[in-house]
């Protein structure tokens, strides 16, 4: 099960934040252990955790997000585009 760590910026840090349960649920349809970190620096780029156990129905999903996923990133102020790293 590869780790996986997902960048990207948002609107507004608190917004995002408040965002979690919703946002967790969403990633856990692909994985576990979804974790959120956000900037040392202050700055509006955050990143998600997760050991995911599809990476291609994960990518497939962020690639072409459904309607619920795209409602829930605008709720939540993400600002493409999404980087993806993976575990080696």
Do not use: C, Y
């Not at 996986?4 to 995002?16: A, K, L, S, Y």
């Not at 994985?31 to 599809?54: C, Q």
Request: aromatic share 4%.
């Amino acid at each position: 099960m590869p780790h996986v760590v997902i960048n990207h910026g948002v609107e507004d840090v608190e917004r995002w934040l408040k965002g979690k349960a919703e946002r967790a649920a969403q990633i856990s349809k692909f994985g576990s252990h979804v974790t959120d970190h956000v900037a040392m620096d202050g700055s509006k780029t955050v990143a998600v955790t997760a050991d995911i156990d599809d990476l291609a129905a994960l990518q497939a999903a962020l690639a072409s997000p459904p309607q619920d996923l795209q409602d829930a990133m605008q709720r939540h102020g993400v600002i493409p585009p999404l980087t993806f790293h993976i575990e080696k």
